[in-house]
């Protein structure tokens, strides 16, 4: 029985599909017309602009498909946690 060879460099899972994490998005309402067929609401949005905010909420949720369509991503947010152990470490020498 032959068993297959592996051809070409093995991928790591983290480098197949990285997120775009900057992006220009001065644009967007032009690209989200084109790329998708679009309701008289959502066309009278992206031309004019929300005058309410369950409007604004429309236009975010629109905004937000057209990032998710062209591989956009907010970059993940720094890890800020520390323990309380860290924290009395801090202030011990400090007088408190």
Known sequence: MAL??????????EEVKKPITEWDDSNWREEYAGM????????????NGPKSLSQSWIMQAM????????GYRHPEPPDVSSSLSEFFAKTKDQGI
Not at 4 to 13: A, F, H, S, T, Y
Not at 36 to 47: A, F, G, I, P, T
Not at 63 to 70: E, L
């Open 36 to 47: 998708k067929l679009v309701s008289k609401l959502q066309r009278d949005l992206l031309e």
């Open 63 to 70: 905004h937000n498909d057209w990032m998710k369509k062209k």
């Open 4 to 13: 297959r060879k592996k051809v070409g460099k093995e991928l790591n899972p």
